[in-house]
């Protein structure tokens, strides 16, 4: 049941007591800030989602969405951001960044889909860029999933559902040494209720040991991760409204990709007199490839305008952090220093393609891109209602582009300096008050950084843009307890930008956009009336806008207004169980003057099931209960199919939510 005080969460792996150790958070478990918050494993797994992406939308105010195959990174949206695939939201699993610079499809780009759900120990939630151990992407909010170090019982599962859907699951951990040998396997092949089969071809890997404590020990991890796909992506409304294809039909059925991802990681901890001493290090191998059609015959009336987007790259970092307590003035001071520094050796690539045939080069480029994050805070308890953090953080970015366009080589730096700084009043009642601010930033594209020309015509000139973005947000908050049951937290923000600008992976082209604003309020709740019963309710409203004139309006297209989710769970450690979850996502505007607009959805996932004594578990998920009619996903641009003007035609592009569909579960602990 979520911990609404962001306090260390003890359960996991769907309520089986697994344990494991936190390394993003601070090292104290009192929260400090309104909407931070730590989420158990255990309500992770209590809700069912239809892909694993979805299992961050217990993260309140957070949608996640796609709009593509299912081996491509989801859609996010935060706070008022349409993050793309994971620009300004930052996460980590076991320490080690999912999202990736200088990406062949997009800056940030943050693939979830190699995460084992069953194996979340917690998921740690901080949102705006107050917090001086998060930097890059961090902007909207960090989200920090640990995997548990040992399973109390082993795992063996089965799940059978609606359009091919087909799920195993193994994993079990057990005493080598004087440590803990944890494994787990899993094999997903799904086609979609497409008319063009996905085909998902899925195998992913986690073998772990352990030994000591969360203090006091040492993790070594191996990832490995492998899918293959075909993909029906956004399709214009025109095309299903003329009845060229239906709504689960595609124009390009050649559309799709691989993706593949091996890790090694490490952390250590140690605690004494001096303090806490914590050290993570990881290197990984990350490989995608992409077939995408967007536009159809707007760029190539003859070939059709399929194109490859290619990122293969290998990434090693490390973050070494010491906290230790002290004396200010007699004052009860905790201070937190810590370095982290990453390293990317990228090939990227663009390319035209015909059914996945190479047709010509749109660049094809080396990067070597590397960062170095230097950070402190302090805690100081004044009183025992008042206690304050001020923190800095120093970050430098450079690297080199080898282009096979000579004039957009070149070497690209920058350096940053972020102060931070939070308050905490109370608590009084069971309530406490909580005020923060801090700048922040985010990276661009370091191949919009050495740019001077267009890579589709070599000549063309083009402006650089900065490599690191400035960001600036506030925060004041509540959260209190003071009616029995109920955990309750009310959270306001303004969050600026300088310029939300965009490597546009589609096209190999930095695009500069505008100053922006965006002021929120978000409020998140829990009642648990009884020991089998938790209902949660989160609401969150933030008005987004452009903040420069400009006559084409002010609106930020894909910037969602209204974002809502509901969950009731009912069940305990044997017999029957359930969940009902409401999640609805607000109309957007999809172009600056808002005269065109999406859809809203309102989705609905029931599950019911029964726990023997014997650990056999069987339970029947049901998602889109209600079978709506919307879209996962919406845009609005210009494609052109054939016999259309050659200017092509603007128009809503769809992705359509998949229909109803249930899948059974059967599962067995030993």
Excluded: C
Aim: charge should be negative.
């Amino acid at each position: 049941m979520r911990n609404r005080t962001a306090a260390r969460s003890g359960s996991a792996a769907a309520g089986d007591g697994a344990t494991g150790a936190s390394r993003d958070g601070p090292s104290t478990s009192q929260p400090t800030a309104a909407s931070a918050i730590r989420i158990s494993g255990a309500e992770v797994n209590a809700v069912p989602f239809s892909r694993p992406g979805e299992a961050l939308e217990v993260v309140p105010g957070l949608i996640v969405t796609q709009h593509s195959g299912e081996g491509k990174a989801n859609q996010y949206f935060l706070r008022g951001f349409n993050l793309d695939h994971g620009t300004d939201l930052a996460i980590s699993v076991d320490g080690m960044p999912v999202n990736m610079p200088t990406h062949g499809h997009g800056q940030g780009y943050a693939d979830i889909n190699f995460l084992v759900p069953e194996l979340i120990q917690s998921v740690n939630v901080r949102k705006g860029p107050y917090f001086a151990d998060q930097g890059d992407f961090a902007s909207a909010g960090a989200v920090a999933i640990d995997y548990v170090n040992k399973l109390p019982k082993n795992i063996a599962e089965m799940t059978f559902g609606s359009f091919g859907y087909r799920r195993a699951l193994a994993a079990g951990s057990t005493a080598v040494g004087a440590g803990t040998l944890l494994t787990a396997i899993e094999a997903v092949k799904y086609d979609g209720p497409w008319q063009v089969p996905d085909d998902v071809r899925k195998l992913n890997g986690v073998m772990r040991y352990s030994q000591g404590t969360a203090t006091d020990g040492l993790t070594l991890t191996a990832m490995a991760y492998s899918n293959g796909w075909n993909s029906t992506d956004q399709v214009p409304q025109r095309a299903i409204d003329q009845g060229l294809i239906s709504r689960l039909g595609t124009l390009d059925p050649t559309d799709g990709g691989t993706s593949s991802r091996f890790s090694l990681s490490g952390n250590w901890t140690q605690s004494g007199d001096y303090g806490q001493t914590n050290v993570s290090a990881y290197v990984l191998r990350s490989d995608l490839q992409l077939f995408n059609d967007f536009t159809y015959f707007l760029d190539n009336p003859v070939n059709g305008d399929q194109f490859s987007q290619l990122d293969r790259r290998t990434v090693g970092g490390f973050d070494a952090r010491h906290a230790f307590d002290w004396r200010f003035a007699g004052l009860e001071t905790q201070t937190r220093v810590g370095v982290q520094s990453r390293y990317d050796d990228i090939h990227v690539g663009l390319f035209k393609t015909e059914q996945r045939e190479w047709l010509s080069t749109v660049r094809d480029d080396r990067v070597q891109e590397g960062n170095v994050g230097l950070w402190t805070d302090t805690t100081t308890r004044w009183t025992n209602w008042l206690r304050t953090t001020v923190g800095i953080r120093e970050d430098f970015f450079a690297g080199h582009v080898f282009s096979d366009t000579p004039q957009n080589s070149g070497n690209a730096q920058a350096a940053m300096t972020s102060p931070k700084a939070g308050i905490v009043l109370g608590p009084w009642y069971k309530t406490e008050f909580y005020g923060n601010a801090g700048y922040g930033l985010h990276s661009n594209d370091i191949r919009g950084a050495t740019i001077t020309v267009d890579p589709n015509d070599k000549t063309t000139p083009l402006e650089r843009v900065p490599l690191l973005v400035r960001s600036r947000g506030a925060e004041l908050g509540i959260r209190t307890k003071a009616v029995e049951g109920v955990t309750s937290s009310l959270a306001v923000f303004v969050l600026d930008f300088d310029s939300e600008l965009l490597f546009v992976g589609d096209a190999g082209t930095t695009e500069p956009s505008r100053p922006s604003r965006r002021v929120g309020v978000e409020w998140t709740n829990q009642y648990k009336p009884l020991p089998w019963l938790t209902v949660d309710l989160d609401v969150a409203y933030t008005r987004a806008r452009f903040t420069d004139f400009d006559p084409a309006g002010d609106r930020i297209p894909g910037a969602p207004s209204w974002v809502a989710s509901g969950a009731v769970t009912l069940g305990g450690d044997t017999g029957w169980f359930g969940a009902l979850k409401a999640r609805y996502f607000g109309p957007r505007p999809l172009i600056e003057d808002d005269s065109v607009r999406s859809l809203q959805s309102l989705i609905f996932n029931a599950r019911a099931g029964y726990r023997f004594d014997n650990g056999l578990r069987v339970q029947l998920d049901v998602l889109n209960l209600f079978n709506a009619q919307t879209n996962q996903i919406e845009y609005y641009y210009l494609s052109r199919l054939p016999g259309e003007p050659i200017d092509g035609v603007a128009d809503r592009h769809v992705h359509p939510a998949e229909p109803r569909a249930v899948r059974l579960t059967v599962a067995g602990r030993f």
